[in-house]
T-cell receptor, first 112, second 113 residues
């Protein structure tokens, strides 16, 4: 158990819909990362927050957005969903810069 | 440009055989180096990490990795593979003073009984 909690574990929805994925980092970790893992794209960095502020942005689509709340949990919002958005979405947290990342078990999104 | 390369997409070994998974990085300085393992349907678990010091790093589950600066490599090894080691392995680098990480594309390990 990494201490990072992600909900829901599985989600099935239809194209055009909007979903929210939630992540609770390890106790004390201020930094949260979101990754997308699909079969053809591997592990892709989406976005990172530190103590409520966005710090780095990767290959995140404009249809996707995220935020980190004062209690440090984070949400990833995916809208106007397309079939290609079907993937595993991982959250990871870290205590400090370049320290190891601790990953949650992921949220598997299936878009039909 | 900064990059991480895992040249082997798939590797198959027999149970009890030795294993080496390759990882090369491209970066002007020495990054922080990590190996993660992902079992099917699971998240990524840290196997080991290198920040500085001894270039041979011991990790969990009997894995070790050696940092070779001259080759910009951080190869993962295990002397005797168990069937439960079948998984996908990711090499990653982090950059001192930043929040940035780059992951390799992964190596999928299959273990034959």
């Amino acid at each position: 158990d990494s201490g990072v909690t992600q909900t829901p574990k599985h989600l099935i929805t239809a194209t055009g819909q909007r979903v929210t994925l939630r992540c609770s980092p390890r106790s004390g970790d201020l930094s949260v990362y979101w990754y997308q893992q699909s079969l053809d794209q591997g592990l892709q960095f989406l976005i990172q927050y530190y103590n409520g502020e966005e710090r780095a942005k990767g290959n995140i689509l404009e249809r996707f957005s995220a935020q980190q709340f004062p209690d440090l949990h984070s949400e990833l919002n995916l809208s106007s969903l397309e079939l290609g958005d079907s993937a595993l979405y991982f959250c990871a947290s870290s205590t400090r810069r370049t320290g190891e990342l601790f990953f949650g078990e992921g949220s598997r999104l299936t878009v039909l | 440009a900064q990059s991480v390369t895992q040249p082997d997409i798939h590797i198959t070994v027999s149970e009890g055989a030795s294993l080496e998974l390759r990882c090369n990085y491209s970066y002007g300085a020495t990054p922080y180096l990590f190996w993660y393992v992902q079992s099917p349907g699971q998240g990524l678990q840290l196997l080991l990490k290198y920040f500085s010091g001894d270039t041979l790093v011991q990790g969990i589950k009997g894995f070790e990795a050696e940092f070779k600066r001259s080759q910009s490599s951080f190869n993962l090894r295990k002397p005797s593979v168990h069937w439960s080691d079948a998984a996908e392995y990711f090499c990653a680098v982090g950059f001192s003073g930043t929040y940035k990480y780059i992951f390799g594309t992964g190596t999928r390990l299959k273990v034959l009984a």
